[in-house]
């Protein structure tokens, strides 16, 4: 089980993340070189925040990543930084995007996130529940009596 997990100094993890975003006006812009050019953006970006792409798809409007980010990873300045950084570079590489969004934003506002695990809410709401075995109580934030 532990190969499912990322370490980082003193920490043990597994925060996987579902992240899409879209093209503003869903214009069908990313395909062929366009398309490409964003999964390398996409990689690049992510390599340099230290998030590992476990799958990915870039399709003509949008774009998904599944991802497995540190502890300290800010999931807003990460979406952030891959919409700013793409959307530069592919307007100054693509005149045809430029003219398109007339050197406004590529991306549309907003994005969709979720995490994903191996294990439910429920499950770990079981385990804290009954960790301390006996001991019965009402409330959800147990501290184990001595």
């Known amino acids: 089980m532990t190969e499912e997990y990322r370490r980082a100094s003193h920490t043990l ?27 390398e ?6 390599n340099e925040e230290r998030v590992e792409i476990l799958s ?3 399709a003509s409007d949008h774009v998904h990543i599944l991802v497995s980010i540190n502890p300290s990873t ?3 300045t990460l979406v952030k930084y891959l919409k700013d950084k793409t959307s ?23 994005y969709f996130v979720c995490s ?5 809410t429920k499950m ?8 301390f075995e006996g001991e019965v109580g009402k409330d959800a934030f147990n501290v184990q009596e001595p």
Not at 13 to 39: A, E
Not at 41 to 46: A, G, K, Q, Y
Not at 116 to 120: A, I, R, S
């Open 74 to 76: 800010n999931i807003s």
């Open 41 to 46: 953006l996409v990689r690049r970006i992510c």
């Open 124 to 131: 770990i709401q079981e385990y804290i529940k009954h960790h």
């Open 116 to 120: 994903t695990g191996n294990v439910t």
């Open 56 to 58: 990915g798809a870039i």
């Open 88 to 110: 530069r570079k592919l307007q100054m590489e693509y005149p045809e995007l430029k003219k398109r969004y007339w050197g406004q934003h590529f991306w549309a506002r907003g």
């Open 13 to 39: 993890f597994s925060i996987n993340l579902h992240i899409c975003w879209v093209t503003k006006y869903r214009y069908k812009v990313l395909k062929g070189d366009i398309g490409h050019r964003t999964k």
